[in-house]
């Protein structure tokens, strides 16, 4: 069926690097695509989304980019901090934009400093 | 502020006990949402509200049971149910059909 999924489930970085988690949807009609950061034991909290016209979109310290073409998505975070560790997931609205989101399964992230 | 309180935040009961969860934001948001996350997997839609009536039932089974006094309360009542239950239940909500904004969670136990 079609999913939404990440290509990593961990990645572990140095403090001070740059981070980039990847992830594919299948859906190509989708045109909502948001990244959520999940510390354990609290909810998924927001980080940046992008709409489908868009290809690019920056918010402090990070960037999504979205490739149409391959159905790709990716978070980069800039200065990965020891803060920043946490479970990242990728998240697809389908339907009208942001009703009823599909998540990716995820990508731990680890900084080590 | 983007906040969105549940309450409580463990719960523990039995598969005869009949208890609720709440959720409440006060943002003006009108659409609200149920999921459920299982320990390292990744939130699963089960209900969306939007301007306080149901339009989404993610074929959950009948012994969850939501409900929307009002447009900035959300319940789940829960009954009979069973261990493979036990899971973090998350409300969230969005202004329209835009950014979802979650709270922390009730982590439910069923024995």
């Known amino acids: 069926g079609e999913s939404v999924g990440l290509h990593l489930p961990t990645l572990s970085v140095q403090e001070g690097d740059n981070s980039i988690i990847n992830c594919a949807y299948s859906n190509s009609a989708s045109d909502y695509f948001i990244w959520y950061k999940q510390e354990s034991g609290k909810g998924p909290q927001f980080i940046i989304d992008?709409?489908?016209?868009?290809d690019k979109r920056q918010g402090q310290r990070v960037t999504v980019l979205l490739n149409k073409t391959v159905k790709h998505l990716s978070l980069q975070i800039a200065a990965t901090q020891p803060g920043d560790s946490a479970v990242y997931f990728c998240?697809?609205?389908?339907?009208?934009?942001?009703?009823?989101?599909?998540f990716g399964k995820g990508t731990t992230l680890s900084v080590s400093s | 502020d983007t906040e969105v309180t549940q309450t409580p935040k463990h719960l523990v009961m039995g598969m005869t006990n009949k208890k609720s969860l709440k959720c409440e934001q006060h943002?003006?948001?009108?659409?609200m949402y149920w999921y459920k996350q299982k320990a390292k997997k990744p939130p699963e839609l089960m209900f969306v509200?939007?301007?306080?009536?149901?339009?989404i039932n993610e074929s959950v089974p009948s012994r969850f049971s939501p409900e929307c006094p009002n447009s900035s309360l959300l319940n789940l009542h829960l009954h009979a149910l069973q261990p493979e239950d036990s899971a973090l239940y998350l409300c969230a909500s969005a202004r329209d059909t835009d950014t979802q904004y979650f709270g922390p969670g009730t982590r439910l136990t069923v024995l």
């Open positions: 509200y939007s301007y306080e009536k149901l339009s």
């Open positions: 992008i709409r489908s016209n868009m």
């Open positions: 943002m003006g948001h009108r659409a």
């Open positions: 998240a697809e609205g389908r339907g009208q934009a942001g009703t009823a989101l599909i």
